[in-house]
């Protein structure tokens, strides 16, 4: 809940990819208005550092789960230990997501399985583990990141295209789902572009780094609306002026979509530096390359 114009916060906030980009700029902006933290991400020595950050930046309270968000086993042990330690969970932003690059026949099984296990399977594991707690108390709301991409398609990036369509698919899904508890809220955030690491530590299989395509938005802006939200969290929460064009663009004029896409994205949504092939953070974590921005 937020404490009316001071914006006070005095949630118990889980993020997950709370190290980096996005999830980092939520959690400072929760630690910033006086919530109580719990960060989740790969690295235990980048969760330290960031925890420290959220200390200073006047978090009430900070734990860490170093936990990979595939591992179903262990999401549940640290949504667990958060539950106990605070006596409840209010609001749940999962963030964790990783990117490939490369078209389908390019991008190594393991690799392509890498970015649907994390982005989909990852969000149905969180999901699994916060809503029991969230249903018996009525009460708490989950934030899936998912993606403008998760309603077109974009060329030579069809594993995030494929996983963040999935994404948007177990929202509604959740939405149907938990109807029953008016206190329960599921929210899809859909960013367009953001100015955070996750092109380049993106595995890459096309030659060329990857670049957010105009208009770009920093994360700070992600994370301060998804904050001001919860006192009344909506179904979708855009960012991003470009995607209902984006979105109708590919609904309802695919033909002009196809011929338009490619040539754009060429332009727009890559560097001109080059890049062998590359794994990036897909299979494991690469914590030199994460920090607030890109
Ligand atoms: N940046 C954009 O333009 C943009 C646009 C639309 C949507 N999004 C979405 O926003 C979310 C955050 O992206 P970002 O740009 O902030 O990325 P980022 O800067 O690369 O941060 C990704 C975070 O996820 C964590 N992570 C990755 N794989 C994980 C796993 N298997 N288990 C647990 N944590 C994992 C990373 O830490 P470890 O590696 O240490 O685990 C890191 O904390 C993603 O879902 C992304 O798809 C981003």
Known sequence: ????????????????????GIG?????EVSERGGHLALVARSADRLRDVAAQCRTAGAASVTTHAVDVTDAEAVQAAV???????????????S??????????????????????????????????V?????????????LVG??????????????????WGVRALARQLQLENRDRHGVHITLVRPGSVDTPIYTLAANYSGFVGAPPPPVYRPATVARRIVESFDKPPRVLNVGIANPLMLLGFALLPAVYDVLVGPLFRVLGRTGERVGPTPGNVLAPTPD????RG
Do not use: Q, W
């Open 1 to 20: 809940m937020t404490d009316g114009a001071a914006g006070v916060v005095r949630d118990v906030v889980l993020v997950t990819g709370a190290t980096s």
């Open 24 to 28: 980092l700029a939520v959690a400072v």
């Open 80 to 94: 667990d230990a958060v539950v106990d330690g605070h006596g409840r969970l209010d609001a749940v932003v999962h």
């Open 96 to 129: 964790a997501g990783v990117v490939a690059y490369g078209r389908l026949e390019e991008v190594p099984a393991e690799v392509f399985d890498g970015v649907v296990g994390t982005n989909v399977l990852g969000s149905a594991n969180v999901a699994r583990a």
């Open 131 to 143: 809503l029991p707690a969230m249903r018996a108390a009525d009460h708490g709301r989950l934030y």
């Open 147 to 164: 993606s403008v991409i998760g309603g077109i398609g974009v060329p030579g990036m069809g594993a995030y295209v494929v996983s963040k």
């Open 289 to 292: 390359g994460e920090r607030l």
